[in-house]
Every structure is written in structure tokens, then in C-alpha cells.
């Protein structure tokens, strides 16, 4: 029972706290799975990459994953309930309270802060996500300024660049870009 | 009966389309619950659009949660978040089974690797998009600055870095009130 009781309180949080969306929740999903030794931080940044071509919400894809991977198919099951229950709950609550939502200055001072404490989560996860993909380890080593060469994963760090360039300025969409990198990937990254 | 069915189909077509971050969604969402559907009117989706955005969870789902609640109650919300997750959880799944094989391909490792550097450069965007949007003054500057590097460098738990805003937005909030920049 034990594994099954980690994941609901654990992914229970996630969505309480899940502001800003699925990808201000990907930092606190890494937290927990290497807390917990679930996955490595390989493996989770090819989870994210998973939940990128995959249907569904990244958040949900996310849950659905490291819930299966820790405690199987009941795991997985427990996991996307758990994540999407705040949300469901605190929805409801608002909608039953509230006839036209306006904020309340209340919510209005704490969503001042938060909003741009989201945006703090979102640029953490890409630090993580580079960690295992563009750079060869983590961005607090010495060795990116000894060998700069070796730290950097020339090829990925080519089409990171290069995604920024087609996504910032040319507009090109997001799922367009990542089917392109993946075929790309596929015939040139060995 | 049957409007509990078209919630659940009409929000499984929006959670196979979702991908990613999921804000590309919006068009979607609006064309099929305001013109195709007429469940809600725009007006009615701003502000079912507003509570989404202020509440934690991703907005697809929230989306889902509030347009079922508001045309079947409970079941409504049940049947529709229902149909906006089972597209995720199915194929996440069926990946999963099919892992190893996934593995042993060179070609797939190699897409793996694309996709990845491909998703970090994809999320910078959407931070860099969203820092343009909400970094207005010293204030946002500064809580979006803490609120990564205690992340990154502290290795702290993301959820303290959402607390942190929580309380560091009422502060201000009493700050500017005492000022007299408020009422």
C-alpha cells in the first residue's frame, strides 16, 4: 500500500500547487522522482520528451508515467487521479461559491506573486531538461568551464539552437518543430 | 444521458489534440464549446478562462472540469475531465509496454535525443514568451529570480517556490496598501 499512498499524496501536492500550467509542474515532479529514486534524471528528461508527442496534457502524461514506472498499472492509475483532483475539487468549490468570477483582492495579491513565481518553475525546467539532453551533466560543475567542449552535446545543442530560431522568430509550431527534431534526430544523432 | 456522452467525446477529441504545455489548446476548446457545441456564449468562456488561469492544474482540464460542472453538475465534470485525461493515460501506457523495444532501436534513440534538446528549446520559448508577458517591474523580476535559483541552485522542492510567490504577492500587497498606492 505504501507506494500507492506515495503517489497520491505526492501527486496530490503537485496539483494543488500546479500553477502556471503543465510545465511549471515539471520541476516538482523531478523533485519528488529522484527523492524518491523512481527514475534517473535521463530517464525523466525522456519522459518529457514522451509526453511531448504523446496525446494529453504534459502534467497528466507526466503522472501517468512515473505512476506506472513505481507501482505498475494501479500506480499509473492512482497517479493521473491524483494530480487532477485539486484542480477538480477547487473548480467546483469556486463554481458553487462564486456566480461570476471576478478576482477577489485576496487571490488577486497572492496571483501577484505567484505568477511570476511560475515563471521561475518553468525556466528551472529547462535547466533540468538541458542537464540530460544539450549539456553532459549538471550546470553546477566545474567542468563546464575546464572543457567546455566535452560538456557540451554539440549535435542536441545544435538543434536547441535551432528550435529556439524556428519557435522565437519564424513562429513555427510547437508540434510541427518536435516531430522535425525527432526525424532529425533519428538520422543524425548516434 | 446523451449530454454526458457528447461532454466525454468532445473533450476526449480536445485531450488528443493537446500536446505539450497544452496553451496551443485554446482556439480548439473555444470552437468546439462555443460554435460548434454552443455550450457557452464568449463571454461565458472568458470567465470560465479567468478561473481556470487563477486556480492550479492545467488549463485543458480545468477548462473541462468548469464546462461539464456548468451544463451536467457533477456528473457533467466528471465525464468530461474523464474524456480530457484518458487520451494521456491510454497512450502513455502503451508506450510503456512497448519501452524496451523502444530501447534497443538506434533510430529511436536518436529521435529521443532530437526530441529532448527539441522540448528544452520549446519550454525556454514559452518562458521567455511568458517573462514578456508578466515581468513588468523590479517586483516580478525579482520573485521569478529567487524563485529559480532555489530551485536550481538550492535543489529545494519546486512547490516552496510557489509558496514563496504566494506570500511574497501579500506582502507587496500590504506594502503598497500601507503606501497608499491602494486602497
Known amino acids: ?190 | 444521458m446523451k449530454l454526458l456522452f457528447e461532454l466525454f467525446f468532445t473533450f476526449l477529441k480536445i485531450g488528443t489534440f493537446t500536446f505539450g504545455g497544452g496553451y496551443a489548446m485554446l482556439p480548439l476548446i473555444r470552437k468546439a464549446v462555443v460554435e460548434e457545441k454552443a455550450w457557452m456564449t464568449d463571454d461565458e468562456m472568458v470567465d470560465c478562462l479567468a478561473l481556470s488561469q487563477s486556480l492550479p492544474g492545467v488549463l485543458a482540464v480545468n477548462t473541462a472540469i468548469y464546462i461539464g460542472n456548468k451544463k451536467r453538475r457533477f456528473m457533467g465534470s466528471l465525464a468530461a475531465t474523464f474524456g480530457v485525461t484518458l487520451p494521456a493515460f491510454v497512450s502513455i501506457i502503451i508506450i510503456l509496454l512497448f519501452l524496451d523495444r523502444i530501447e534497443e532501436n538506434i533510430y529511436m534513440l536518436g529521435a529521443f535525443e532530437g526530441i529532448k534538446a527539441a522540448s528544452a528549446a520549446l519550454i525556454a520559448v514559452a518562458a521567455y514568451n511568458l517573462g514578456k508577458r508578466i515581468l513588468k517591474g523590479k517586483f516580478e523580476i525579482l520573485i521569478a529570480a529567487i524563485s529559480f535559483i532555489i530551485i536550481v541552485f538550492a535543489g529545494i522542492n519546486a512547490v516552496w517556490g510557489i509558496v514563496f510567490g504566494g506570500f511574497a504577492g501579500i506582502g507587496s500587497y500590504w506594502y503598497r496598501q500601507k503606501k497608499g498606492d491602494i486602497r
Not at chain 1, 27 to 55: K, N
Not at chain 1, 100 to 114: P, R, W
Not at chain 1, 154 to 161: E, G, K, N, T, V
Open chain 1, 1 to 190: 500500500m505504501m507506494p500507492f499512498f506515495n503517489l497520491f499524496a505526492i501527486f496530490f501536492q503537485i496539483g494543488f500547487f500546479g500553477f502556471g500550467g503543465g510545465y511549471a509542474m515539471l520541476p516538482m515532479i523531478f523533485h519528488h522522482v529522484q527523492q524518491f529514486g523512481i527514475m534517473t534524471a535521463a530517464e525523466f528528461s525522456r519522459l518529457v520528451a514522451l509526453s511531448q508527442v504523446t496525446p494529453g496534457p504534459i502534467a497528466v502524461n507526466a503522472a501517468t508515467y512515473v505512476g506506472y514506472r513505481y507501482a505498475g498499472f494501479g500506480g499509473a492509475l492512482i497517479a493521473t487521479v491524483a494530480v487532477v483532483l485539486p484542480a477538480f475539487i477547487l473548480v467546483l468549490i469556486s463554481m458553487h461559491f462564486i456566480k461570476k468570477f471576478e478576482e477577489s483582492k485576496a487571490l488577486d495579491a497572492v496571483l501577484y506573486g505567484i505568477r511570476p513565481a511560475t515563471l521561475g518553475l518553468i525556466a528551472s525546467a529547462v535547466i533540468f531538461l538541458s542537464e540530460t539532453s544539450i549539456l553532459n551533466g549538471p550546470i553546477i560543475s566545474v567542468s563546464l568551464f575546464e572543457n567546455a567542449s566535452d560538456y557540451i552535446n554539440r549535435l542536441p545543442f545544435a538543434f536547441f539552437i535551432g528550435t529556439i530560431i524556428l519557435a522565437g522568430k519564424l513562429k513555427i509550431g510547437p508540434i510541427k518543430l518536435t516531430l522535425l527534431a525527432g526525424a532529425a534526430g533519428a538520422l543524425f544523432i548516434r
